[in-house]
């Protein structure tokens, strides 16, 4: 036993992963800002840039069982490495991309490496912090998703204005190569990190943080944890609400820009400042609905309450951008719109879900299919989206965005149940 001071490296470790998040999701949403221009240099329609939107959700959501089967196999200094230098030498070939052939098959092959990211951050967070602590701590790394593009979408509008929109993805590919080799350099679990003392592992693991990663590593996978997987109404639930809120995402994350110009009639730089207000939301709305959510717990209520109420008090905030389809007012678009993602990032806490209901012996293959069920909208969204507004008209795609929500609603009220971790 120690009396001493427990450290705070898990934290340092936490922004490690955030930093990871950021980069992850500009490269996902880059794509989005250079849209407009990719459509006119090459001669695209919406449905192929639909397609094309829609090319990473393919490998992406298709590929996260296996995606989360390898996470529990390889320790997350290494895997997280691969994946960083492997997406980002695909977004650094886009920039040297020739047509729509070149481009799909790109971002194919993005998707492909980021297919076990958010497992791993969630085994990361699950190693590194305390049951209690880990509301706060999902909702962080998560916010890295909104937080890029918020604060860098104007940035990156002005790179592709210097440099065209080849030199941008050019730049965000360096960038994170870069930062897969740091990550690989600074990286540990936490029975093996050097600055770690005993009281901090004592913290995490009384907590119910685990501690030790050979353990985990060691687990034998089989058929019988994927049909846990698929078998549990408690789980379905989870997916279900989960495909909702990603909806919501994919739909910022791809044709947001896009309406703001097409359809809405805004030049590209006011609309680099415009985009950045939705997604400024959706970060304060990750930090707000973590933080709620560990309140509530702190205060004594149910995990059931503490995780499930912030998921659908989001859900149905998120139908909210319906409105914009009333208004020709651009302040008032722009007001549907924020308060929507808001309540997408108030929502966004579901991770923390899977780390209270996933079995111990299968949380990646849990998370993968968790990842696989909500990213499917990925495919789904930029293509059915490319359809609805392919006749000049893009009220229809605001409305079923806005029913997704609310059917992502419902599922965590009627199907999800008790929040208690599955048997297995």
């Given at each position: 036993?120690?009396?001493?001071?427990?450290?705070?490296?898990?934290?340092?470790?936490?922004?490690?992963?955030?930093?990871?998040?950021?980069?992850?999701?500009?490269?996902?949403?880059?794509?989005?800002?250079?849209?407009?221009?990719?459509?006119?240099?090459?001669?695209?329609?919406?449905?192929?840039?639909?397609?094309?939107?829609?090319?990473?959700?393919?490998?992406?959501?298709?590929?996260?069982?296996?995606?989360?089967?390898?996470?529990?196999?390889?320790?997350?200094?290494?895997?997280?490495?691969?994946?960083?230098?492997?997406?980002?030498?695909?977004?650094?070939?886009?920039?040297?991309?020739?047509?729509?052939?070149?481009?799909?098959?790109?971002?194919?092959?993005?998707?492909?490496?980021e297919v076990p990211a958010f497992p791993t951050n969630n085994k990361i967070v699950t190693a590194w912090f305390p049951e209690h602590e880990k509301g706060k701590a999902i909702a962080c790394y998560t916010s890295g998703q909104f937080v890029g593009v918020a604060f860098l979408?104007?940035?990156?509008?002005?790179?592709?204005?210097?440099?065209?929109?080849?030199?941008?993805?050019?730049?965000?590919?360096?960038?994170?190569?870069?930062?897969?080799?740091?990550?690989?350099?600074?990286?540990?679990?936490?029975?093996?990190?050097?600055?770690?003392?005993?009281?901090?592992?004592?913290?995490?693991?009384?907590?119910?943080?685990?501690?030790?990663?050979?353990?985990?590593?060691?687990?034998?996978?089989?058929?019988?944890?994927?049909?846990?997987?698929?078998?549990?109404?408690?789980?379905?639930?989870?997916?279900?609400?989960?495909?909702?809120?990603?909806?919501?995402?994919?739909?910022?994350?791809?044709?947001?820009?896009?309406?703001?110009?097409?359809?809405?009639?805004?030049?590209?730089?006011?609309?680099?400042?415009?985009?950045?207000?939705?997604?400024?939301?959706?970060?304060?709305?990750?930090?707000?609905?973590?933080?709620?959510?560990?309140?509530?717990?702190?205060?004594?209520?149910?995990?059931?309450?503490?995780?499930?109420?912030?998921?659908?008090?989001?859900?149905?905030?998120?139908?909210?951008?319906?409105?914009?389809?009333?208004?020709?007012?651009?302040?008032?678009?722009?007001?549907?719109?924020?308060?929507?993602?808001?309540?997408?990032?108030?929502?966004?806490?579901?991770?923390?879900?899977?780390?209270?209901?996933?079995?111990?012996?299968?949380?990646?293959?849990?998370?993968?299919?968790?990842?696989?069920?909500?990213?499917?909208?990925?495919?789904?969204?930029?293509?059915?989206?490319?359809?609805?507004?392919?006749?000049?008209?893009?009220?229809?795609?605001?409305?079923?965005?806005?029913?997704?929500?609310?059917?992502?609603?419902?599922?965590?009220?009627?199907?999800?149940?008790?929040?208690?971790?599955?048997?297995?």
């Amino acid at each position: 036993m120690t009396h001493s001071k427990p450290t705070k490296v898990r934290f340092f470790i936490l922004f490690m992963v955030f930093i990871s998040v950021v980069i992850n999701y500009m490269d996902r949403s880059n794509l989005s800002i250079a849209g407009p221009h990719i459509a006119k240099d090459f001669g695209l329609s919406t449905v192929e840039m639909g397609y094309i939107y829609s090319a990473f959700g393919w490998s992406y959501a298709l590929l996260q069982i296996p995606g989360g089967l390898i996470v529990d196999k390889i320790v997350p200094r290494v895997l997280y490495t691969l994946m960083l230098v492997g997406w980002s030498a695909m977004t650094l070939m886009m920039g040297l991309a020739q047509g729509f052939l070149t481009l799909f098959g790109l971002r194919l092959a993005i998707g492909v490496f980021e297919v076990p990211a958010f497992p791993t951050n969630n085994k990361i967070v699950t190693a590194w912090f305390p049951e209690h602590e880990k509301g706060k701590a999902i909702a962080c790394y998560t916010s890295g998703q909104f937080v890029g593009v918020a604060f860098l979408t104007p940035v990156l509008v002005a790179i592709q204005a210097w440099i065209g929109w080849q030199g941008m993805f050019i730049l965000m590919g360096l960038i994170g190569i870069v930062w897969g080799v740091i990550w690989y350099l600074l990286y540990r679990q936490p029975d093996e990190h050097k600055g770690v003392n005993q009281a901090e592992l004592d913290h995490i693991s009384k907590g119910g943080g685990i501690v030790s990663g050979s353990a985990a590593q060691q687990q034998k996978i089989d058929w019988s944890q994927i049909k846990m997987a698929f078998s549990r109404r408690k789980l379905w639930g989870v997916y279900i609400g989960q495909f909702a809120s990603t909806s919501m995402l994919w739909f910022f994350l791809t044709w947001f820009p896009t309406y703001l110009v097409q359809y809405r009639g805004l030049d590209f730089i006011k609309v680099g400042f415009l985009t950045s207000i939705p997604f400024l939301a959706a970060f304060c709305g990750v930090l707000l609905g973590g933080t709620f959510s560990d309140w509530l717990i702190k205060r004594g209520h149910s995990i059931t309450l503490a995780r499930k109420l912030p998921v659908i008090l989001g859900l149905l905030l998120s139908t909210s951008i319906v409105g914009a389809n009333f208004t020709d007012n651009t302040t008032l678009i722009v007001v549907f719109m924020t308060i929507a993602f808001f309540g997408n990032g108030f929502s966004s806490i579901t991770w923390a879900l899977v780390s209270a209901i996933a079995p111990l012996k299968a949380i990646g293959i849990t998370g993968g299919t968790f990842n696989f069920m909500g990213n499917l909208s990925s495919i789904f969204i930029p293509i059915v989206i490319g359809y609805l507004v392919s006749g000049g008209n893009f009220a229809p795609a605001l409305i079923f965005i806005s029913l997704i929500a609310l059917t992502g609603a419902l599922s965590y009220i009627f199907v999800v149940g008790k929040v208690e971790r599955v048997s297995f």
